[in-house]
Nanobody, 128 residues
Framework: QVLLVESGGGSVQSGGSLRLSCAVS?????????MGWFRQAPGKEREGVAL???????TYADFTKGRFTISQDNAKNTLYLQMNSLEPEDTAMYYC?????????????????????WGQGTQVTVSS
């Protein structure tokens, strides 16, 4: 059974930091075509935050502006998202996702339809 379980969310003040984790089971992180972080704020569509694809190719959404760092520990089968200098606009439910079947072999992988497996999400709230 494929499972992705996020943790590490919480409430912080503007300028604070959080580190999100996504532990997976039923597959290995090294076997994926890509793994990504997405977020969804109330009333908004889910949007891509960052992804790490095979051979460690990393893509960030422009709004991360160098504040976020995605990483992957294949020994622990865990994906991470280090978020620094958080802003109230970063408030959202954060989801991790996995592409096991190369759903987007070309083009921008930072799209929800590129991923077939999702976690349940972890809430991040940033207050001003």
């Amino acid at each position: 059974q494929v499972l992705l379980v996020e943790s590490g969310g919480g409430s912080v003040q503007s300028g604070g930091s959080l580190r999100l984790s996504c532990a997976v089971s039923g597959f290995t992180t090294s076997s994926t075509y890509s793994m990504g972080w997405f977020r969804q704020a109330p009333g908004k569509e889910r949007e891509g935050v960052a992804l790490i694809a095979r051979w460690s190719r990393i893509t960030y959404a422009d709004f991360t502006k160098g504040r976020f760092t995605i990483s992957q520990d294949n020994a622990k089968n865990t994906l991470y998202l280090q978020m620094n200098s958080l802003e109230p606009e970063d408030t959202a439910m954060y989801y991790c996702a996995a592409d096991l079947y190369n759903r987007c072999p070309s083009g921008n992988r930072l799209n929800v339809w590129c991923y077939g497996y999702w976690g349940q999400g972890t809430q991040v709230t940033v207050s001003s």
